[in-house]
């Protein structure tokens, strides 16, 4: 799922200065998966907040609540306008995608991110996470012995290894693994090292533009081009 | 609590009480969600299972409900439950809806899944 | 005795006379209502149009075109539970052509009113009756040994089960009359009209709530896919 992590407090603090009520919105989804934005992170964010702002003398009120989720509209239960009114600015405890949701569907206030999107990671531990993707919407993993060559070499080279490698290690530092290398002993096992000397075309680098994802039984409905 | 329970019961009241009234109890709904086919077919993943004993006795209690009852949902709409939305209804249950209310209702109550352990 | 008679002749002449109407008037004003409160719940779907600004990106893989109808029908539900969809189907049109078809039924339309609708003969409608019985029975069984069923049964679905079966047996009866005829047609009128007034306000109303939901609310399994009409 998608990794994020919280914002240092100061910076958080920074944002809230010019605002004096506070609605803190977490996310039931992936952040709260990943200990960052669920129910007891807004509990928990929300306490310190207000610790802070109380040593500092300043008169701030801030409140907590949680969607299921905030990458979807239809989850937005208990969020009404009328709820939103009540305060001046908002602060989201989701990835980048919530945060820009919640901006869209009440314009008028103020939506300030509480955490930094990460990456899509796997859970090594509770609370240990790495990255394994990075939706660049081009997968190649089918040629790269399922070793992503975007998220795990330096280069994010599509065809390699380049001549940095170094016995299984990167150029940049004898503590990186050169995933060429692991490309390359992965699909020697398999034997299918074929795969490697295939040439993948370079990216299009698509992703600078917005990404739509329309499911093949949708497409007729969104037809408009 | 209790108000506050059911002054968002109220506001969902028509649709929640439409669905929970038409279901038929067929089951059909069962396949359709990954989490009963991967535990053996174990009944209590069915949607409908999970709906019916979730926001459906939370409806019959007219939201008299106590702490102890939202613990025991905790696991049924949570654990049993990953809000996928891909529920089959033959009838066009919103079931997603359902359960994100029941959701909704026990995360107002502080009564919510902590994903640092084990529940 | 002849106490029990005019008590008899009374209750008749009720149940087939006013009670039709009544019963009648409050299926067809109440499916209205509902109809009009479950278009309430729904809105028509504003959600804003999808920009796609990469053309190119939503190319999706070509459809296999050899797949015929019946074996994308087998990904559905009907691929997974086929008897139960073969039932079902029988069940639910049976439940509306029967009585609609009876020839009994259109005589008595066609006295009390002046048309009548297609009737079977009466040997097809008795067959027909006899397979809904069996489907009945069928979805019966289904609710006391499936664990799966069992397990979200109330005695109300029993009742529901009951008030749609009660008809059918009965009318089966009388027309073979077996038991007391009197009897049992007076039930069979009973039932029936109980079962009309059901409709719109219990369990039945799922008859109308399919027809609403299934085909103009979008959802992932509506019928209607490509057009946009209403959401939740």
Known sequence: ?225 | MTEMIQEILKEYNAKMKLSLKVCAHCSLCAESCFMFIKNNKNPIYMPSYKFINSIGKIYKKKGNVDLKMLEDMKPIIWKNCVLCTRCYCPLGIDIPSMISLARTICRMSGVYPQYNEIY | MEHINSIYVLVYNLVRGPLVWISSIIFIVGTIYQIWQMLLLTKINTRPIIKVFDKQYNETHEKNKEESCFSSLKRTICGIHPIMIVVTTLFHILLIIIPLTLLAHNILLENAVGFSLFSFSEKISDILTVLFLVSSFFFFIRRIFLKRVRIISTFYDYFIWFLATAPFLTGFLAYHHIFNYRIIITLHIFLGELMLVAIPFTKFSHMIFFFVFRFIVVNEYSFRKHQVIRTW
Do not use: H
């Open chain 1, 1 to 225: 799922m998608v990794k994020s992590k919280q914002k240092p407090l100061a910076e958080i603090k920074d944002l809230l200065k010019s605002y004096s009520s506070i609605l803190n919105v977490g996310c039931g989804g992936c952040a709260s998966v990943c200990l960052a934005g669920g129910q007891r992170e807004v509990i928990a964010l929300n306490n310190e907040l207000s610790l802070l702002f109380k040593q500092e003398g300043l008169d701030k009120k801030i409140d907590g609540y949680t969607v299921e989720r905030q990458c979807n509209v239809d989850f937005f239960q208990g969020l009404s306008d009328e709820r939103i009114k009540k305060y001046d600015c908002i602060i989201s405890m989701a990835c980048g995608a919530g945060v820009q949701f919640l901006a869209e569907a009440f314009k008028s206030k103020p939506v300030f991110p509480a955490l930094n999107t990460v990456s899509i990671g796997i859970d090594k531990d509770i609370g240990l996470y790495e990255e394994r993707c990075r939706a660049c919407g081009e997968c190649v993993l089918a040629y790269t012995g399922g070793i992503c060559p975007v998220t795990r070499c330096a280069k994010g080279l599509f065809n390699g290894p380049c001549g940095g490698t170094n016995r299984g290690k990167c150029e940049i530092g004898n503590e990186y693994p050169c995933a060429w290398y692991e490309i390359y002993e992965r699909l020697k096992e398999q034997n299918r090292l074929q795969d490697i000397k295939k040439i993948q075309p370079a990216m299009l680098w698509k992703n600078q533009v917005l990404r739509v994802t329309i499911q093949e039984p949708y497409q007729e409905r969104y037809k408009m081009y």
